[in-house]
C-alpha cells in the first residue's frame, strides 16, 4: 500500500511508534477556517466522533452542558455546546480515546462563536498508545500551540493541525498550559484523522525527466545544496550523496547506521524557494534497501538541520517485493508551498530489516511564466478622510511595488495598497509593477482624485448634516431634561442619579458635558426607540481615572442584552456589541487602549452584518455576524447613556464624562467620521503658552524632609500641594511653575 498525509504544520514532532520520544516544539495551523479544514480533511474519517466508538474525557466539567462529550458529538458549526472546565486553571483537559489503536495524522480543533475570552491559552496536544487511555496513562507530546485572543473577543475558528503519521495511537487529549483570559476555556469539537493516501505521479527516469524538464533541481550540492543526515553507514554512504546529482543508478547511496524508526536524511538550499515536487529513489542491486514508510517534510528555517522546525509534506509507503525491487525514480507533486528552506525524508523500515538506502533526493519549484493582469487597478473621486483601496489581480505575480505620479510609494509593496484617512495631497496617478522570476508588468494607471471635507461653523452643524435621528448635546445646564435634537426626537432624555452639568468639554466647540459619578441608578433614560436595521452610535466620552475595574466595563450607550452597547471594556479598549435578528453575538474593539482622563471620540457602526468601531477617526477590528440590527432590549427596555442593562443591577454604569451622544439609522462612512472628529478641534492653531518655572532639586538621604512653600521668607509655610518630585540617582527634582510674586521653598523634617 502506498500513502501520503500532507500538511502546513510547522513543528519538529515525536517520532513514529517505537523511537524516542522528540521534544515537542511549536505547532502550527495548516488551514484555518471551515471552508478549508473541511477540504484539508474531505475524504477521511474523524476516529474521534463519538457515533464511531470514540469516547471523551477530562480533569473536569463546568456542567452538563459544557461537558467533555460535547468535544466529539460531531457539531462544529459554532451553535453546538462546548466542553469547558470547572476551573481557568492550568492543567486541565479535555480528550477523547478511540475504539481501537489507529495511525494518526492530522487533528483539528476549535473554540466557539460567541464564547469570547474562552480561546486564549496554550495548548499542549498529546498521544496515548495504551489501551483505552484515561487520565492516568501516559501521553507523549505532540506539539504546543499558542492561541492568541485578540482583545479576548476572537474564538480560536476550526484549525487544523498535521504532522509526521503517528501509528498506535489509542486516544488523544488537550492539555492546557496557560489560560490567558483569565476565565475557563471552551472546546467545541476536538477532531482526529488519519493521513490522507496518494500515489506518485510519475515513475520511472523517462517519465520523471519529462515531468521536471525545464526546472532546476534545488538540492543539488553544485548550486549550494547542502546536505545532513541523522547518521552515516560510512564515508561511502553518506548524507552528500544523495545532492551529488548521480541519478543513473551507479553513484552511491546514502544509508544510515541504524535500521530504526525515525532516520533521516535532508537538504539545506542555498535560499529560500517555493517548491511543489520531490522526486527520490532508490538504487539498483541495493536489495531490501527501499521497503519503508518515508515521510517528506519541508522547513522555513535558514540552514535547516536536525533541531529546526519540520512539516510534514506527505508519507508515501513502498512495498519492496520480495525485498528485491529497489524504489524506482518516483515524482510527487502538491500544492505549491512557500519560502522553503530545506527538505528531509524521515523513514521508518518496514519488511526487509536492514537500513535502508536514498540514491538521490531531488526538489522543483514550479514552472513559472511571466505575471499578467486579470483585474488592473481602478482610480476614482473620494471624500478626504476615506479610506481608499487601490488593488489588483494578476496570475504569477510575487512582488508589487505602487508608485504615484511614477515614483515609488515606500512601503507598497503587496497586491492591495491602502490608503487609510486620504487626505488631498493623496491625490494622483497610481500604477503598480506586478513581477516573478520570470518577467515583470506594469498595470494601467489610476488616477484618483481626493475632495477636500467640508468646513462646518459649529460641531452641531457637522452632526446634523449626517441626519441623527437622535441627538444628545448634553450641553444642558441645569433641569432634568436631556436635549434631542435628531430628527425622530420626541421629548428627550431624562437625567437620572449622580449627573452633574455643565461641565468644560473637549473644546470650546463642543460645549458642555455631563459627567457622569458611575454610581448604580447614574445615567440619562432616552426611552425605547429602535433606529433600524442599521447603526452608527457616537460620542465623546473620558473615563474618569479612578472609574472601578469591577466590573471592568463602562457602558457609554446602549440597549443591551439585546440590541447594542457602545463602552470600555477590559484594558479600556473601546468597544461596540451587538446582536442581530438571530440573537449572533458580534463584538469590534479599538485599535489600542483609551487613555483615561483624556477625550475619545468613538463611533460603532453596524450595518450589512458587519460591525466596527473607530477611536478618535482610527479603525480598530470589524467582525460579520451578518443579519439586521435586532430590536430587543433590557427589561426594563430602554437605551441608556451611561449605563446599561437595568441602569442599577450589575449595569456598568460610567464614571467620567460624556458629551455629544448621537445615534443614525445609517451607516456612517470613514470621511464623515473622520469629519466629525475634526470638527471638534478650534478653528485655529493651538495656542502655546510659556510659564515661568524653577527647577528644585534636594538629595533623596537623610530621608523625610518635606518641601515647603511661603510667600514670605519668615512664612508662615505649607507644605507643597502640588506634584511630588521625582527621583533620579539619588536626588529629587521638582519643576514647579511659578507667577510675578514671589515664592520661598525650605525642606523641613516633621
Same mark, same amino acid.
Given at each position: 500500500?502506498?500513502?501520503?498525509?500532507?500538511?502546513?504544520?510547522?513543528?519538529?514532532?515525536?517520532?513514529?511508534?517505537?523511537?524516542?520520544?522528540?521534544?515537542?516544539?511549536?505547532?502550527?495551523?495548516?488551514?484555518?477556517?471551515?471552508?478549508?479544514?473541511?477540504?484539508?480533511?474531505?475524504?477521511?474519517?474523524?476516529?474521534?466522533?463519538?457515533?464511531?466508538?470514540?469516547?471523551?474525557?477530562?480533569?473536569?466539567?463546568?456542567?452538563?452542558?459544557?461537558?467533555?462529550?460535547? @468535544?466529539?458529538?460531531?457539531?462544529?458549526?459554532?451553535?453546538?455546546?462546548?466542553?469547558?472546565?470547572?476551573?481557568?486553571?492550568?492543567?486541565?483537559?479535555?480528550?477523547?480515546?478511540?475504539?481501537?489503536?489507529?495511525? *494518526?495524522?492530522? /487533528?483539528?480543533?476549535?473554540?466557539?462563536?460567541?464564547?469570547?475570552?474562552?480561546?486564549?491559552?496554550?495548548?499542549?496536544?498529546?498521544?496515548?498508545?495504551?489501551?483505552?487511555?484515561?487520565?492516568?496513562?501516559?501521553?507523549?507530546?505532540?506539539?504546543?500551540?499558542?492561541?492568541?485572543?485578540?482583545?479576548?473577543?476572537?474564538?480560536?475558528?476550526?484549525?487544523?493541525?498535521?504532522?509526521?503519521?503517528?501509528?498506535?495511537?489509542?486516544?488523544?487529549?488537550?492539555?492546557?498550559?496557560?489560560?490567558?483570559?483569565?476565565?475557563?476555556?471552551?472546546?467545541?469539537?476536538?477532531?482526529?484523522? !488519519?493521513?490522507?493516501?496518494?500515489?506518485?505521479?510519475?515513475?520511472?527516469?523517462?517519465?520523471?525527466?519529462?515531468?521536471?524538464?525545464?526546472?532546476?533541481?534545488?538540492?543539488?550540492?553544485?548550486?549550494?545544496?547542502?546536505?545532513?543526515?541523522?547518521?552515516?553507514?560510512?564515508?561511502?554512504?553518506?548524507?552528500?550523496?544523495?545532492?551529488?546529482?548521480?541519478?543513473?543508478?551507479?553513484?552511491?547511496?546514502?544509508?544510515?547506521?541504524?535500521?530504526?524508526?525515525?532516520?533521516?536524511?535532508?537538504?539545506?538550499?542555498?535560499?529560500?524557494?517555493?517548491?511543489?515536487?520531490?522526486?527520490?529513489?532508490?538504487?539498483?542491486?541495493?536489495?531490501?534497501?527501499?521497503? !519503508?514508510?518515508?515521510?517528506?517534510?519541508?522547513?522555513?528555517?535558514?540552514?535547516?538541520?536536525?533541531?529546526?522546525?519540520?512539516?510534514?509534506?506527505?508519507?508515501?509507503?513502498?512495498?519492496?517485493?520480495?525485498?528485491?525491487?529497489?524504489?524506482?525514480?518516483?515524482?510527487?507533486?502538491?500544492?505549491?508551498?512557500?519560502?522553503?528552506?530545506?527538505?528531509?525524508?524521515?523513514?521508518?523500515?518496514?519488511?526487509?530489516?536492514?537500513?535502508?538506502?536514498?540514491?538521490? *533526493?531531488?526538489?522543483?519549484?514550479?514552472?513559472?511564466?511571466?505575471?499578467?493582469?486579470?483585474?488592473?487597478?481602478?482610480?476614482?473621486?473620494?471624500?478626504?478622510?476615506?479610506?481608499?483601496?487601490?488593488?489588483?489581480?494578476?496570475?504569477?505575480?510575487?512582488?508589487?511595488?505602487?508608485?504615484?505620479?511614477?515614483?515609488?510609494?515606500?512601503?507598497?509593496?503587496?497586491?492591495?495598497?491602502?490608503?487609510?484617512?486620504?487626505?488631498?495631497?493623496?491625490?494622483?496617478?497610481?500604477?503598480?509593477?506586478?513581477?516573478?522570476?520570470?518577467?515583470?508588468?506594469?498595470?494601467?494607471?489610476?488616477?484618483?482624485?481626493?475632495?477636500?471635507?467640508?468646513?462646518?461653523?459649529?460641531?452641531?452643524?457637522?452632526?446634523?448634516?449626517?441626519?441623527?435621528?437622535?441627538?444628545?448635546?448634553?450641553?444642558?445646564?441645569?433641569?432634568? $431634561?436631556?436635549?434631542?435634537?435628531?430628527?425622530?426626537?420626541?421629548?428627550?432624555?431624562?437625567?437620572?442619579?449622580?449627573? $452633574?452639568?455643565?461641565?468644560?468639554?473637549?473644546?470650546?466647540?463642543?460645549?458642555?458635558?455631563?459627567?457622569?459619578?458611575?454610581?448604580?441608578? $447614574?445615567?440619562?433614560?432616552?426611552?425605547?426607540?429602535?433606529?433600524?436595521?442599521?447603526?452608527?452610535?457616537?460620542?465623546?466620552?473620558?473615563?474618569?481615572?479612578?472609574?472601578?475595574?469591577?466590573?471592568?466595563?463602562?457602558?457609554? @450607550?446602549?440597549?443591551?442584552?439585546?440590541?447594542?452597547?457602545?463602552?470600555?471594556?477590559?484594558?479600556?479598549?473601546?468597544?461596540?456589541?451587538?446582536?442581530?435578528?438571530?440573537?449572533?453575538?458580534?463584538?469590534?474593539?479599538?485599535?489600542?487602549?483609551?487613555?483615561?482622563?483624556?477625550?475619545?471620540?468613538?463611533?460603532? /457602526?453596524?450595518?450589512?452584518? /458587519?460591525?466596527? /468601531?473607530?477611536?478618535?477617526?482610527?479603525?480598530?477590528?470589524?467582525?460579520?455576524?451578518?443579519?439586521?440590527?435586532?430590536?430587543?432590549?433590557?427589561?426594563?427596555?430602554?437605551?441608556?447613556?451611561?449605563?446599561?442593562?437595568?441602569?442599577?443591577?450589575?449595569?456598568?454604569?460610567?464614571?467620567?464624562?460624556?458629551?455629544?451622544?448621537?445615534?443614525?439609522?445609517?451607516?456612517?462612512?470613514?470621511?464623515?467620521?473622520?469629519?466629525?472628529?475634526?470638527?471638534?478641534?478650534?478653528?485655529?492653531?493651538? @495656542?502655546?503658552?510659556?510659564?515661568?518655572?524653577?527647577?528644585?532639586?534636594?538629595?533623596?538621604?537623610?530621608?523625610?524632609?518635606?518641601?515647603?512653600?511661603?510667600?514670605?521668607?519668615?512664612?508662615?509655610?505649607?507644605?507643597?500641594?502640588?506634584?511630588?518630585?521625582?527621583?533620579?540617582?539619588?536626588?529629587?527634582?521638582?519643576? @514647579?511653575?511659578?507667577?510675578?510674586?514671589?515664592?520661598?521653598?525650605?525642606?523641613?523634617?516633621?
Amino acid at each position: 500500500m502506498k500513502t501520503k498525509i500532507l500538511s502546513t504544520l510547522f513543528a519538529l514532532f515525536t517520532g513514529m511508534a517505537g523511537c524516542p520520544a522528540i521534544v515537542a516544539a511549536t505547532l502550527t495551523p495548516g488551514v484555518v477556517g471551515d471552508v478549508d479544514v473541511a477540504a484539508a480533511v474531505a475524504g477521511r474519517a474523524n476516529v474521534a466522533l463519538a457515533s464511531a466508538g470514540g469516547v471523551a474525557f477530562s480533569s473536569s466539567d463546568l456542567g452538563p452542558n459544557y461537558s467533555a462529550p460535547d @468535544v466529539n458529538d460531531g457539531v462544529i458549526d459554532h451553535t453546538g455546546f462546548s466542553w469547558i472546565p470547572a476551573t481557568a486553571n492550568v492543567n486541565e483537559f479535555v480528550g477523547v480515546r478511540f475504539p481501537g489503536a489507529n495511525t *494518526l495524522g492530522a /487533528v483539528v480543533w476549535h473554540g466557539q462563536t460567541g464564547y469570547n475570552g474562552r480561546s486564549g491559552a496554550t495548548y499542549s496536544l498529546q498521544y496515548s498508545t495504551d489501551p483505552n487511555p484515561g487520565p492516568g496513562s501516559t501521553w507523549t507530546d505532540i506539539g504546543a500551540y499558542t492561541y492568541t485572543e485578540a482583545n479576548c473577543a476572537t474564538p480560536m475558528p476550526r484549525t487544523y493541525f498535521a504532522f509526521t503519521p503517528i501509528a498506535g495511537v489509542t486516544g488523544i487529549r488537550l492539555l492546557f498550559t496557560a489560560v490567558n483570559c483569565g476565565i475557563q476555556p471552551a472546546i467545541q469539537e476536538l477532531e482526529a484523522y !488519519a493521513p490522507a493516501a496518494v500515489s506518485p505521479s510519475a515513475v520511472g527516469d523517462g517519465p520523471v525527466a519529462s515531468a521536471i524538464a525545464g526546472r532546476p533541481n534545488l538540492c543539488l550540492a553544485g548550486s549550494g545544496g547542502v546536505a545532513f543526515s541523522s547518521s552515516d553507514l560510512g564515508p561511502n554512504y553518506s548524507a552528500p550523496d544523495v545532492n551529488d546529482g548521480v541519478i543513473d543508478q551507479t553513484g552511491f547511496s546514502w544509508i544510515p547506521a541504524s535500521a530504526a524508526p525515525g532516520q533521516f536524511v535532508g537538504v539545506a538550499f542555498p535560499a529560500p524557494a517555493d517548491i511543489d515536487s520531490v522526486v527520490w529513489h532508490g538504487q539498483t542491486g541495493y536489495n531490501g534497501r527501499s521497503g !519503508a514508510t518515508y515521510s517528506l517534510e519541508y522547513s522555513r528555517d535558514l540552514n535547516p538541520t536536525a533541531a529546526s522546525s519540520w512539516t510534514a509534506i506527505g508519507s508515501y509507503s513502498y512495498t519492496e517485493t520480495g525485498c528485491a525491487t529497489p524504489m524506482p525514480r518516483s515524482f510527487f507533486s502538491f500544492a505549491v508551498i512557500s519560502n522553503v528552506a530545506g527538505v528531509r525524508l524521515v523513514i521508518t523500515p518496514v519488511g526487509c530489516g536492514i537500513e535502508p538506502a536514498i540514491q538521490e *533526493l531531488e526538489a522543483y519549484g514550479p514552472l513559472v511564466s511571466p505575471p499578467t493582469i486579470v483585474t488592473q487597478p481602478v482610480g476614482g473621486t473620494y471624500l478626504e478622510g476615506s479610506d481608499v483601496v487601490l488593488s489588483v489581480e494578476t496570475t504569477g505575480g510575487t512582488a508589487f511595488q505602487w508608485r504615484k505620479n511614477g515614483a515609488v510609494v515606500a512601503g507598497a509593496t503587496t497586491a492591495i495598497y491602502l490608503i487609510a484617512n486620504a487626505s488631498t495631497n493623496d491625490s494622483g496617478r497610481y500604477s503598480v509593477r506586478v513581477a516573478n522570476s520570470a518577467g515583470a508588468v506594469v498595470s494601467d494607471p489610476a488616477d484618483l482624485v481626493i475632495t477636500p471635507a467640508p468646513v462646518f461653523a459649529t460641531y452641531t452643524e457637522a452632526i446634523l448634516a449626517d441626519n441623527p435621528v437622535h441627538y444628545y448635546p448634553l450641553d444642558d445646564t441645569a433641569g432634568t $431634561t436631556a436635549t434631542d435634537l435628531g430628527s425622530l426626537a420626541t421629548g428627550g432624555g431624562t437625567y437620572t442619579g449622580g449627573i $452633574t452639568l455643565g461641565q468644560p468639554s473637549i473644546s470650546s466647540r463642543l460645549g458642555r458635558a455631563a459627567k457622569f459619578d458611575g454610581a448604580p441608578g $447614574t445615567f440619562v433614560d432616552l426611552g425605547l426607540f429602535h433606529v433600524g436595521d442599521t447603526l452608527t452610535v457616537e460620542a465623546w466620552a473620558s473615563l474618569d481615572p479612578a472609574a472601578n475595574n469591577n466590573p471592568a466595563f463602562h457602558a457609554i @450607550v446602549a440597549r443591551w442584552d439585546g440590541s447594542y452597547e457602545l463602552d470600555f471594556a477590559p484594558g479600556d479598549f473601546a468597544n461596540l456589541v451587538v446582536r442581530n435578528n438571530n440573537n449572533v453575538f458580534g463584538l469590534a474593539a479599538g485599535p489600542t487602549p483609551s487613555a483615561r482622563g483624556q477625550w475619545h471620540h468613538l463611533v460603532g /457602526v453596524f450595518a450589512d452584518g /458587519v460591525l466596527t /468601531v473607530y477611536v478618535d477617526g482610527v479603525k480598530g477590528s470589524e467582525q460579520d455576524i451578518g443579519g439586521t440590527l435586532q430590536d430587543a432590549g433590557p427589561a426594563p427596555d430602554r437605551v441608556l447613556i451611561g449605563g446599561t442593562r437595568s441602569g442599577t443591577v450589575a449595569s456598568f454604569n460610567f464614571r467620567g464624562l460624556i458629551d455629544e451622544v448621537a445615534l443614525y439609522d445609517t451607516a456612517l462612512s470613514a470621511a464623515q467620521i473622520r469629519g466629525h472628529f475634526r470638527a471638534a478641534a478650534p478653528s485655529g492653531p493651538p @495656542v502655546l503658552t510659556i510659564q515661568k518655572a524653577v527647577l528644585l532639586t534636594w538629595p533623596a538621604f537623610p530621608p523625610n524632609y518635606v518641601l515647603q512653600t511661603a510667600s514670605a521668607i519668615n512664612g508662615p509655610y505649607a507644605n507643597y500641594a502640588g506634584e511630588p518630585p521625582t527621583l533620579q540617582g539619588g536626588t529629587n527634582k521638582l519643576t @514647579v511653575p511659578i507667577g510675578n510674586a514671589q515664592v520661598f521653598f525650605r525642606l523641613f523634617q516633621p
